[in-house]
């Protein structure tokens, strides 16, 4: 009986710490990587962690190039009834 409940609440805290949300800074002690060559200041934290266009995926419309079977999909189910 005491062993459900420790583990919701063992539960419960883990889901809590799950929202701790605060800004990006330096650890203690530390700084900002140096400028990157060519530019004149720092970048922010947030600027370092943002995705650059080119590391962002892109949907492709046409999963076919060519005129090729599909592979089979084991996931490709009939609707059920």
């Given at each position: 009986?005491?062993?459900?409940?420790?583990?919701?609440?063992?539960?419960?805290?883990?889901?809590?710490?799950?929202?701790?949300?605060?800004?990006?800074?330096?650890?203690?002690?530390?700084?900002?990587?140096?400028?990157?060559?060519?530019?004149?200041?720092?970048?922010?934290?947030?600027?370092?962690?943002?995705?650059g266009?080119?590391?962002q995926?892109?949907?492709?419309?046409?999963?076919?190039?060519?005129?090729?079977?599909?592979?089979?999909?084991?996931?490709?189910?009939?609707?059920?009834?």
């Amino acid at each position: 009986m005491t062993r459900p409940i420790v583990l919701i609440g063992l539960f419960a805290l883990a889901l809590a710490g799950c929202g701790n949300k605060t800004d990006l800074r330096p650890a203690a002690g530390k700084e900002l990587p140096v400028a990157a060559m060519g530019e004149s200041e720092r970048s922010s934290a947030e600027e370092l962690m943002a995705p650059g266009t080119q590391t962002q995926q892109q949907r492709s419309d046409e999963p076919l190039k060519r005129s090729e079977r599909r592979e089979p999909d084991p996931f490709d189910l009939p609707p059920p009834g």
